[in-house]
T-cell receptor, first 111, second 110 residues
Framework: DGGITQSPKYLFRKEGQNVTLSCEQN?????MYWYRQDPGQGLRLIYY???????QKGDIAEGYSVSREKKESFPLTVTSAQKNPTAFYLC??????????FGSGTRLTVV | GQQVMQIPQYQHVQEGEDFTTYCNSS?????IQWYKQRPGGHPVFLIQ?????EVKKQKRLTFQFGEAKKNSSLHITATQTTDVGTYFC??????????FGAGTRLTVKP
């Protein structure tokens, strides 16, 4: 079955550490996105990529980095520069002009 | 900041009552999308509206896109406990990436 897979489901980070969240899709979608969701809040766009080897900052890109070396993969690194990283991270993909397919998310907690 | 505003933030209804959430944009939208997120889950795409004044139905759900393409609504008739969750609208910004409203959280009392 086609879909979008995020891993891990839960992640714990120590202060000062960088961590990388994985996002893989086999839907042949060109566009991929990373959103952050805080408890009881909406989704805020971190980064997005419309094609391989190209990506753009969203509204809250500071403290995050991404790469898009393959069409299927769009990993997100949460760096130590992100001062409040505890949140629910959602990856999505889409065909241009169509609805988004979301992964099941990664819950990141700073310990 | 968010380009689409959604109200109400919360709605608690008795099972069988109707429910409506509204989405408003300060700019004209080329399209609007609606998603549902169950508690503890991830958003799931429901529908996309493109045409001015468009109305689409999915069983008990009715979606409308305003004539000016600046507002939209989702109406659920005779809510059920399975309707519980947060409903988000989303509108396109630059390069078609979507900006989401803050969502309306629906709870249903059996």
């Amino acid at each position: 079955d086609g879909g979008i897979t995020q891993s891990p489901k839960y992640l714990f980070r120590k202060e000062g550490q960088n961590v990388t969240l994985s996002c893989e899709q086999n839907l042949n979608h060109d566009a991929m996105y990373w959103y952050r969701q805080d408890p009881g809040q909406g989704l805020r766009l971190i980064y997005y990529s419309q094609i391989v080897n190209d990506f753009q900052k969203g509204d809250i890109a500071e403290g995050y980095s991404v790469s898009r070396e393959k069409k299927e993969s769009f990993p997100l690194t949460v760096t130590s520069a992100q001062k409040n990283p505890t949140a629910f991270y959602l990856c999505a993909s889409s065909l241009r002009g169509h609805g988004y397919t979301f992964g099941s998310g990664t819950r990141l907690t700073v310990v | 900041g968010q380009q689409v505003m959604q109200i109400p933030q919360y709605q608690h209804v008795q099972e069988g009552e109707d429910f409506t959430t509204y989405c408003n944009s300060s700019t004209t939208l080329s399209n609007i999308q609606w998603y549902k997120q169950r508690p503890g889950g991830h958003p799931v795409f429901l529908i996309q509206l493109v045409k001015s004044g468009e109305v689409k139905k999915q069983k008990r759900l009715t979606f409308q896109f305003g004539e000016a393409k600046k507002n939209s609504s989702l109406h659920i008739t005779a809510t059920q406990t399975t309707d519980v969750g947060t409903y988000f609208c989303a509108g396109p910004w630059n390069n078609n990436d979507m900006r989401f409203g803050a969502g309306t959280r629906l709870t249903v009392k059996p």
